[in-house]
């Protein structure tokens, strides 16, 4: 109870919390639209996930500030290539909310004559960039704990003085494959924050990846992939711990 109270009283809590119904509504919605007699339950589902996703709109307006205060956070990051993905994904997410704020004020009447679909467009490619960079900034955290852990493997294995096992040369390309799978295993598993950063980043790139014709999906792979990011950053707003930090 402790944690949903802290998790409501929080603006970022309560768009997560808004983000996931929303997602939700989608992927109930996709999964119920092929079967008959539930025209009138998609139509209830499509009616929430449009107000649930008016209401997030408000929890944003206010997210420009945050994303210049997180850029100028970024510079003081010690680590080179962090420092330079973190800061270039800040001023897209920057130029991101500038866009959603003006299709915001163009969906409440205030400018009509703002041209939606250029607008939504651009919010999709900043949105993408940001994204992306951050994904690069997950893959080196992710090359140095793989490397962490192959240190760790060698000084276990020479400190044991055991000579290798005899394996046969057809096998080499399976064992390489399985050692690979196994070290990337015990990489994320060592760094918890780190794992739930890159699933978040994966799921939520799927969405502009489809506006932008990239890689085309349905509702469903959205809501699902939408609604995993909604639960992993549902955590890390409960458990700040969770949250990955710049080196």
């Not at 609604?227 to 890390?236: D, F, M, N, Q, R």
Request: charged share 20%.
């Amino acid at each position: 109870m402790d944690a949903f109270t802290r998790l409501t009283n929080q603006t970022q809590g309560r768009e997560r919390l808004f983000r996931a119904t929303q997602y939700t509504c989608m992927l109930l919605r996709y999964l119920l639209e092929p079967k008959a007699g539930k025209e009138k339950v998609v139509l209830k589902l499509k009616n929430l996930e449009s107000s649930v996703s008016t209401g997030r709109k408000w929890f944003r307006l206010g997210n420009v500030v945050h994303a210049v205060q997180a850029t100028q956070q970024s510079f003081q990051t010690t680590d080179l290539v962090p420092r330079f993905c973190l800061t270039l994904a800040n001023l897209n997410r920057v130029v991101y909310f500038i866009c959603d704020t003006v299709l915001w004020v163009r969906s409440v009447g205030l400018a009509s004559g703002i041209n939606k679909e250029k607008w939504r467009l651009w919010a999709a490619r900043h949105y993408y960039y940001a994204l992306l960079l951050s994904l690069v900034r997950d893959l080196y955290e992710l090359s140095l704990q793989m490397e962490q852990v192959t240190q760790h493997r060698t000084q276990r294995e020479n400190s044991a003085s055991r000579g290798p096992p005899g394996h046969c040369v057809a096998d080499e390309e399976t064992e390489w494959l399985q050692s690979f799978l196994l070290l990337l295993f015990r990489s994320l598993k060592r760094h918890p924050p780190l794992l739930l950063d890159t699933v978040k980043n994966i799921c939520d790139i799927l969405n502009p990846l489809d506006q932008l014709g990239i890689c085309k999906s349905n509702a469903g792979i959205i809501g699902l992939a939408g609604l995993v990011s909604s639960v992993a950053g549902l955590i890390t707003v409960v458990c700040p711990q969770m949250k990955l930090k710049a080196c």
